[in-house]
């Protein structure tokens, strides 16, 4: 009996250390953020179809000023610019040598993943709507976001995975019900340099 | 003299009608040529292939850019047709085989039957031929092949052209209006045409200009 109580307490002050240390990575990992006011990167997506035997190459370039500002660009294979300026969304193609605003095409998901991006890029990931979330201190360090009733029709879970470098994510990995995924590495990330506010309100 | 110059004008269409019709001949179709039967197929692509197409749709006064994803096997006339968002998100998943068509995904706006329907009958323009023989086809002495086919529902397809000039697709209704035209250009990779312009009237009205991305046969 002793021993049996000697055990349990050895267990649960064994679990409330790892959640106390888990808990102390995340205050980190959120402080290293914090200082984080404004990220330059580019970014190469590869979206895999189930459909496709080859992965779907995208590149574009990503702007984010913090708390409420950004601008998510594709480059190739088409031009596409989604902009984020507080509440407002706003969404352009290039075509014809012109923008020219997108017609409200699953403009609910849209808005949902640029408040989503939005987040990760300020270590906010705790305040998600629409996913749970769960840190590991790796290596790589690396927070799993596992999607919520609704969202788990078209997004199973997502994985964010950090940089050595504070406050910047290399890649993140996002898996779709029935085996479609998506893998987007950013590069040449810069930080806190100066962005004009007119990169989040014009194409 | 009012009088006058109506008949100049009347002689003057009368003469470019004549030399029209004089000219005609010199580029006449040789008809039903078992020959030219393969020629009816040329923009068709035989083996089962994948594709990858940059899209901009056109619809009223709003436009859209799109990815659209395309497998198919000829052989089983089977054809699955995807339509991403530029970030990737699946706006729309559909196949047809068999005759039938299986919706596995649509989201608003792409999510109405008439658009699942209206689609699919694009994508099959342009990536099948009719499953009957053409009524009627030949080839004119420049090289431009001209094939007709008749559909079930008494709607006609008409295909024109060449690999040099570019193939025209016409899809007409029982009363011989255009419903669907459709402009391909070369160079054509993996049996698929580069560039592909589509006009679609009826029942509803946008156009599509699709550039092919990747292609895989």
Redesign the interface.
Known sequence: MKRFVFLSVFIAAAVFSAEMALAQDLTSLKEAFRNIRSVKAEFLQKRSLTILTKPLLSEGKLFLSTPDSLRWEYLSPLRSVMLRKGNKIQIYNFSDGFWKPEMAQAAESRRMVLLEISLWFQGRFDESKAFKHSYFPGPPEHVILVSGEGINKFINRIEIILSVRPGVIDRVEIEEPGGSRTSIEFKNVELNSSLSSEVFEKP | MICRKGFEIFLLGFLILFIGCVLRPETRSTLRSPGDLPGCYAIFPVKPW?S?H?I?AT?GG??????G?T?GEPSEHRL?S?L????????FDAELSGGGMAVRKA???FHSPAFARGLMEDVSLLFFPPQVKPTAWGKETDGTMICVWEGPDESHTEISGSMESGWKILRRNKQGKIIKKAVLHGPFVSGLASRVELWSFKPASYRLRMTL??A?Q
């Open positions: 994948e990858v940059k901009e619809i709003g436009s859209s850019s799109l990815i994803v497998k699955q995807v991403l968002s530029p970030e990737g998100f699946i706006l989201l608003d706006p991305i990747q895989f």
